[in-house]
């Protein structure tokens, strides 16, 4: 059960860690190319402490790369979110943001788990998801009060993403058992702190929140958009074409 | 002071080792020197970030990604870091970028190969860095300082590219026998690249009187690559691969390793643009860059509006 709750955590690292990593030479300067890179080690190097600590878990003893690697889609457990394309810079930098906010908040939470390793594990990572909660924050303002190209391509993403938003939220079985156990956040319970946050930070970007809410769901349940699969067969490409071996 | 008097003193300060600062006086041949290789050597950083990146979405473990895209961010920082310091020659890095762009500049033409399978990432690390390393350990000394300095910061991080490079290769090399094939195929496509990376033969180099009596360059061409031929061979017996030279062999009265022929007319080709990717390496800097356009434009009429606001307040 507890393993699972940590697949999960770190599935949401990974995935966003390789679409950021996708970036890496393309960035719109040098500068931010340096920023999505550093964001994207953080991320990969919290998903490497998560899938150790779920190997020590795994009845099938998996090691970090075996759980990252070699998986059938539908057993990733990562927030739709997280696996949406880089479309362009706007939607990159916007679903950063959506997602550092949350990012920060369940972090902050398991800093206080009964479940030591996994506390631990969050206060080291709190530290990372502080600067990327800057930096995709700062952007959003930038970019959605900057010019008008920029502010409309900002609300564009807005549109495309904020039906994502909700599933952060959603609480699965498993975490409401582990929530009684004092051991995950109680996700729920983050929504109206991050809403507060997002809302602010788009009302000074001047980007208006679309009608019609959240409603797209099923990352937490294996069920994934199209894009996933995609993304996985790139990064599984290595470890599937030549099994069990040392790189 | 007349300009003979100017030149005399210049040359009497680079031969007492003394290194020349952005605000001395210079011969405008020596900034137009130090223009065009310093700027070559950051887009060869940037470019250079391309073939790698190649991989990091496929790298074949979570370790390995880490360093890869740990050792592609180092090369953008010293992208930034070169572009900065040639920057103290009066140039911008906005006309050091078109130049680029418009193909007026040069970078590294190694960086026209392609990248096709994993080891090749070891390859660059090893070869392609470790020919990078043997040039820039020697331009630590270079006259000018920031370009002295920024080569001093740079090298110590390249070693660490080198080792990593080195051990992917190590790694392989022990591994199953496609691994070693891998290995050795990516050996036979990046060796003699990496040999022409140190340039022209003495013999046919342009620019390297001039540059030699300014100590902007410190060791040859064909000594820089003398030095990494006699390296590369120890260090391949390590890894049981092959260096794709038949006559490679130890020469008792040099004391140095002999080497066979090197394939000019394909160096030429690649340098003038007629290399297998280097139409695609500069459509994607190209591409990066127009497609990031409206973000610098944002950034800085947000940055205007924010000081605007500030003003008032």
């Not at chain 1, 070699?70 to 057993?75: F, S, V």
């Not at chain 1, 602010?200 to 699969?229: D, M, R």
């Not at chain 2, 900034?31 to 887009?43: E, F, G, P, V, Y």
């Not at chain 2, 410190?218 to 031929?229: A, C, M, P, W």
Request: net charge negative; hydrophobic share 40%; charged share 25%.
């Amino acid at each position: 059960m507890l393993f699972e709750y940590i697949l999960q955590l770190a599935d949401n690292q990974l995935i966003l860690a390789q679409r950021l990593s996708e970036l890496c030479g393309h960035g719109p300067a040098l500068e931010q190319d340096i920023a999505i890179t550093n964001i994207s080690l953080d991320l990969i190097g919290q998903s490497r402490l998560l899938f150790q600590y779920a190997g020590k878990l795994d009845e099938q003893h998996r090691n970090e790369d075996q759980l990252a690697f070699l998986r059938p889609e539908k057993e990733y457990r990562n927030l739709l979110l997280v696996e949406q394309p880089n479309r362009d810079f706007a939607h990159v930098v916007l679903r950063q943001y959506l997602f550092d906010e949350f990012n920060f908040l369940n972090y902050s939470g398991l800093t206080n788990s009964k479940d030591e390793e996994l506390a631990a594990i969050a206060t080291k990572s709190l530290m990372e998801v502080k600067y990327h909660l800057r930096f995709s924050k700062n952007w959003v303002l930038r970019l959605g009060d900057g010019t008008a190209i920029s502010h409309r391509k900002m609300q564009d993403a807005l549109n495309n993403l904020w039906m994502y938003a909700g599933e952060m939220f959603e609480k699965t079985a498993i975490e409401r058992d582990l929530v009684k156990a004092g051991i995950a956040v109680d996700v729920e319970q983050l929504m109206p702190t991050w809403k507060e946050s997002v809302m602010s930070t788009l009302k000074e970007a001047t980007l208006n929140i679309p009608e019609g809410g959240w409603y797209q769901s099923g990352g937490k349940k294996g069920v994934h958009s199209e894009h996933l699969g995609h993304l996985l067969a790139e990064m599984q490409f290595m470890q599937r074409a030549y099994p069990n071996l040392t790189w | 002071m007349d300009e003979k008097e100017l030149l005399n003193r210049f040359q009497a300060q680079i031969d007492a080792e003394i290194k020349i600062e952005p605000k001395d006086w210079m011969p405008d041949a020596y900034r137009q020197t130090l223009i065009r290789q310093m700027s070559q050597h950051a887009h060869s950083e940037i470019v250079g970030m391309l073939p790698e990146g190649n991989w990091v979405t496929r790298a074949p473990t979570l370790k390995r990604k880490a360093i890869l895209l740990a050792k592609i961010q180092d090369e953008a920082g010293h992208g930034l870091y070169l572009y900065s310091a040639t920057e103290t020659l009066g140039i911008s890095r906005q006309e050091m970028i078109d130049a680029l762009h418009e193909g007026r500049a040069k970078y590294s033409s190694v960086f026209n190969y392609p990248t096709l399978n994993w080891a090749d990432i070891g390859a660059i690390g090893w070869l392609v860095d470790g020919a990078a390393i043997m040039n820039q350990v020697a331009l630590m000394r270079t006259s000018y300082g920031p370009y002295s300095r920024a080569m001093i910061r740079i090298c110590k991080e390249e070693s660490f590219h080198q080792r990593q490079g080195f051990d992917i290769l190590y790694t392989l090399s022990r591994g199953s026998d496609e691994q070693k094939a891998m290995a050795q195929d990516a050996l036979n496509r990046w060796w003699w690249p990496s040999m022409m990376m140190f340039g022209p033969h003495d013999s046919e180099s342009t620019h390297s009187q001039q540059s030699t009596k300014w100590k902007i360059k410190r060791k040859s061409n064909d000594e820089l690559r003398q030095d990494f031929v006699d390296n590369s061979v120890q260090q391949v017996k390590v890894l049981g691969l092959t260096l794709p030279d038949p006559d490679l062999k130890w020469n008792e009265e040099r004391q140095h390793y002999d080497y066979g022929p090197i394939d000019w007319e394909e160096f030429w080709a690649v340098v003038k643009g007629r290399g297998p990717c280097n139409r695609e390496r500069i459509a994607a800097r190209k591409k990066a860059y127009d497609d990031g356009e409206w973000v610098r434009e944002a950034a800085l009429a947000y940055a205007k509006k924010k000081k605007a606001k500030e003003v008032l307040a």
